[in-house]
């Protein structure tokens, strides 16, 4: 992909710095996966209230495991070099926004949120 540079290319010490981020968001998410599973299971079946807990268990899930997929892909992205690249302008997105939300794909250009 084409980086303009907008963004400065990032040291050694701040792609390292990303990275343990990243894990770190897999890590705390796959063992909330596992708890949100675990309740999930342990929940009666055939009462009201547990119905909604395990709505809210699943609905959990789902996001943990959609953030740990999405942290997974920024970690091979990482890898490979194209991580840090905005992908609608292209630009290299700025270290310090990275390391606001490692899970970003857009510069704040683009996704002024
Ligand atoms: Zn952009």
Redesign the pocket.
Known sequence: METTDRGRAMTDAQLRELSDLLQEIVVTHRRRLRRQQESFRTLPLHDRSSARRRQLARRAAMTSFRVCGAASRALDALEDGSYGA?D????A?AFEELRARPLTR??S???PS
């Open positions: 905005c609608r302008c292209g630009c997105i857009r510069c250009e683009c996704d």
